[in-house]
């Protein structure tokens, strides 16, 4: 028989988020088990809600929407782009440098695709967020992946950067706020990161999807306001500030070194009009969102739902034997390690797929995240604080008595 396979591109694309995983737990779901299902930042389903003037804009625009909108995305969403990060202190951002997106992902695959030839190289941290990876390799890249130090507040490790830079490396992810780790990255560190990024001419990825989730009084900075001599490409949108993920409203931003990069300027502009444009209702709704109530901040206060409920994860995670924390600063993740000996654990997809069978928690484990050990797993902290305590309560019981076999 003749099979019908897939591409050659697509191996050793992969996404765990919605992997194996997932597809076992919906089948669960099937069966009639509830699950709780901590494997993707998705707010919506955990009774969050979009400021109100969000929906209630897009409602208002459906009418506008109808048709097709230029290809980069309305201009009135640009210009509000445009002032979002001129006041954040990017220097020189003309409209035509932002593009609206059907969400950050989207985006990524396209910024990625329009840069890199066979066999390029880019630096991307490890864990990562997975897309980064997937579109690397989908692109017919190779995935450079840079060390973070949970020893040091899983701060990417600067030496291990500088020993996998060679003359194919094209470009270096940021990913701040961090997922899955929750690190928030100093301005002393971005300034060592783009330094380098200067001197190999690399472009700067600075997926800044979380950069309103920050706990603690934590002090931003946007990486492209570092420095004017490195072309950067700055990810934002409304799915986790807005806590709107299902509209699919993102975007990119080129600042910095434009001048010498006409060439890979036109091939984003092609790529965005391949796909004619994004969805065009979220689009009205992204000056609202950037300048209206911004409902995130008091819900990552220590009194907010996200506050509280990242005090509970990390206080019950931390009192588990055998596990340790780092706690985050950013975004609504945490990224715990397990004690392999203790726990007798040899493949973290096993420990995972054993949770859910036995628990109904999915979880992602962290080799998911392009993590090399087997020894970490994300917990996503956005159940409300009740069904988020059971949850963790059940992960601490199932570890007390876990033997893998
Ligand atoms: N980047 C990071 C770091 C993320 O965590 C996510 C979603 O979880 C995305 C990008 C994609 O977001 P979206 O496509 O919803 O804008």
């Given at each position: 028989m003749n099979m019908i396979n897939r591409s050659?591109?697509?191996?050793?694309?992969?996404?765990?988020?919605?992997?194996p995983l997932y597809e076992r737990a919906k089948e669960l779901e099937l069966l009639g088990h509830n699950i709780t299902k901590?494997?993707?930042?998705?707010?919506?389903?955990?009774?969050f809600d979009a400021p109100a003037a969000v929906t209630d804009k897009i409602i208002e625009s459906l009418h506008q929407a109808q048709g097709y909108s230029d290809h980069k995305g309305i201009l009135s969403a640009r210009k509000a782009i445009k002032r979002y990060y001129t006041f954040k202190g990017i220097a020189?951002?003309?409209?035509?440098?932002i593009c609206l997106g059907n969400g950050v992902s989207e985006l990524i695959m396209q910024a990625v695709q329009a840069l890199l030839n066979n066999g390029n190289e880019v630096l991307v941290p490890?864990?990562?967020?997975p897309l980064w990876t997937a579109a690397v390799r989908f692109a017919g890249g190779k995935a450079m992946h840079y060390r973070c130090d949970e020893e040091a507040?899983?701060?990417?490790d600067l030496a291990d950067i500088k020993s996998k830079i060679n003359s194919r490396t094209r470009a270096i992810v940021i990913i701040n706020p961090n997922n899955p780790t929750g690190a928030v990255y100093s301005k002393e560190l971005l300034q060592q990161l783009v330094q380098l990024a200067e001197e190999h001419n690399l472009v700067v990825f600075s997926?800044?999807?979380?950069?309103?989730?920050?706990?603690?009084g934590t002090v931003y900075t946007s990486?492209?306001?570092?420095?004017?001599?490195v072309l950067c490409v700055t990810f934002g949108g409304l799915s986790k500030n807005y806590l709107a993920?299902?509209?699919?409203a993102g975007w990119m931003l080129v600042s910095g070194a434009k001048y010498k990069a006409k060439s890979y300027l036109d091939g984003l502009n092609t790529m965005a009009s391949l796909r004619v444009c994004s969805n065009v209702p979220a689009q009205f709704a992204i000056e609202t969102a950037l300048e209206?109530?911004?409902?995130i901040l008091d819900l990552t206060l220590p009194t907010g739902r996200l506050g509280q409920q990242r005090a509970i994860t990390y206080e019950k995670l931390t009192a588990i034997p055998g596990i340790t924390c780092v706690k985050p600063m950013?975004?609504?993740?945490m990224f715990p390690r397990l004690d392999l000996k203790k726990f007798n654990i040899e493949s973290d997809q096993q420990f995972a797929l054993d949770l859910l069978t036995e628990q109904h928690v999915l979880l992602v484990p962290g080799?998911?995240?392009?993590?090399?050990?087997?020894?970490h797993f994300r917990v996503?902290?956005?159940?409300?604080p009740t069904e988020l305590s059971y949850t963790l309560d059940k992960l601490a019981s199932f570890l007390g008595s876990y033997q893998q076999v």
């Open positions: 050659e591109r697509l191996n050793n694309v992969s996404y765990d988020l919605c992997g901590l494997n993707i930042g998705n707010p919506a389903p955990f009774g020189g951002i003309h409209t035509d440098d490890s864990p990562d967020y507040d899983w701060y990417p997926d800044e999807i979380y950069d309103k989730i920050l706990y603690d990486t492209a306001t570092i420095s004017e001599e993920a299902g509209f699919r209206g109530e911004q409902t950013g975004a609504f993740y080799t998911g995240f392009n993590y090399q050990q087997h020894d996503v902290y956005l159940p409300e």
